[in-house]
């Protein structure tokens, strides 16, 4: 699948490095050739918690029986 830029996306994978887990909501702000993609993660204030360069396999589409939900992001992780 073709990611646009702007599009929302699910996190598919977790990424402990920057305390992301399967399932978090981000943003694609970039596309890069042939298959990457920078994703913007932003807590629900709206602050940017994590900028990561992902390949089109770590995310998926924003499916019409998705449920948004909110935890604490742990910085430890």
Known sequence: MRFKELQTVVLDR??????????????????????GLEVEFVSASGRTEALVTLKERDVRAVAESD???????????
């Open 14 to 35: 977790d990424v402990p490095e920057h305390g992301l887990r399967k399932g978090d909501l981000g943003a694609v702000v970039q596309v890069y050739e042939p298959d």
């Open 67 to 77: 449920i948004v939900a909110v935890r604490r992001l742990n910085r430890s992780a």
